[in-house]
């Protein structure tokens, strides 16, 4: 089997605010300036950007959600399970892997605005994806959930918002 701690050592990741470790491998030179943004943004903001994302074993992506689209694509290791909590459709979840047969997608558009996790299903292994987001990522556009207010607005889901979740008070 494949050292995890090996891939991040050799692809440089680092420690992710949301859990898991990451690295930034492309930013577009090429800029769109603020007047031509949405209004949720802040500022001026690269084309599109993309990184490597890592979780291993226990690992968890928290909760949270961006301004722009992002785009995961699985590259290797075992199935991940991304959940999805959106005002018009509820709860959903998709498996992110390469076992097309058991319904696994090895790509997965996360719309800006949707607050989503990330889990291992084989807490014994790890995953490797790369992330793209486009208008590019930003800290100012990322925002944890806070598992109180996802708890009001999705009561059936509060095991998994308490579980998923980096803030949460209860």
Request: glycine content about 8%; proline content about 4%.
């Amino acid at each position: 089997m494949i050292d995890p701690f090996e891939i991040v050592k050799l692809l440089k990741l680092i420690p992710h605010p949301e859990g898991g470790y990451y690295r930034e491998v492309y930013r577009s030179g090429e800029i769109l300036n603020r007047e031509a943004l949405p209004s949720r943004y802040n500022g001026d903001r690269s084309l599109s950007t993309s990184i490597y994302y890592m979780l291993i074993g226990e690992q968890i992506s928290h909760f949270h959600r961006l301004k722009s689209d992002e785009i995961w694509h699985f590259n290797t290791g075992t199935t991940i399970i991304l959940h999805f909590l959106d005002k018009k459709s509820g709860y959903q979840k998709i498996n992110l892997g390469n076992n097309l047969h058991l319904n696994e997608r090895p790509q997965c558009i996360i719309k800006q605005g949707i607050y989503f996790s990330a889990e291992l299903t084989d807490k014994n292994s790890f995953a490797l994806i790369g992330c793209t987001v486009a208008p590019g990522f930003d800290f100012d556009d990322f925002e944890f959930a806070i598992g109180e207010s996802l708890i009001k607005l999705f009561p059936d889901q509060a095991n998994l918002i308490k579980r998923l979740s980096k803030y949460t008070i209860l």
